[in-house]
Nanobody, 119 residues
Framework: QVQLVESGGGLVQAGGSLSVSCAAS????????MGWYRQAPGKQRELVAT???????TYGYSVKGRFAISRDYAKNTVYLQMNSLKPEDTAVYYC?????????????WGQGTQVTVSS
C-alpha cells in the first residue's frame, strides 16, 4: 500500500516562515509529479506548487516569489518552504503525487496539514 505522509505546518505570525514535507512510502516503481495544494474554509482547493520528476516547478500565482518547492528524489519526499506568510495563506495543505507502479499511474493525496497564519 502506498501512502503520503505529511509533516510540518502549524501556527505562525504574518511575515514568518514555515515548512511542510511529504514522503511517499510503500511499494511503487517511481514517483512522477509531486506537489502541494491547499484549501481554505469555504473555498475550492487550489494549486500551491508542483515539481516534476525532471525538476520543473510550477507555482500558484498567489505564492510566487514567497514559497519554494523542492524534492529529494532518493527519499521520494517533497518539501515546501513558505516565507513571508500572510493570513490569507491559512488553509489545510495537501500533498499530492502521481505514483507509478506496473505501468499504471495513480494519483494520491495526503491527509492534509493545517497551516495557520495570524495577523
Amino acid at each position: 500500500q502506498v501512502q503520503l505522509v505529511e509533516s510540518g505546518g502549524g501556527l505562525v505570525q504574518a511575515g514568518g516562515s514555515l515548512s511542510v514535507s511529504c514522503a511517499a512510502s510503500g511499494t511503487f516503481n517511481r514517483v512522477n509529479v509531486m506537489g502541494w495544494y491547499r484549501q481554505a474554509p469555504g473555498k475550492q482547493r487550489e494549486l500551491v506548487a508542483t515539481v516534476t520528476a525532471g525538476g520543473i516547478t510550477t507555482y500558484g500565482y498567489s505564492v510566487k516569489g514567497r514559497f519554494a518547492i523542492s524534492r529529494d528524489y532518493a527519499k521520494n519526499t517533497v518539501y515546501l518552504q513558505m516565507n513571508s506568510l500572510k493570513p490569507e495563506d491559512t488553509a489545510v495543505y495537501y500533498c499530492c503525487a502521481d505514483i507509478i507502479y506496473d505501468y499504471s499511474v495513480r494519483a494520491l493525496w495526503g491527509q492534509g496539514t493545517q497551516v495557520t497564519v495570524s495577523s
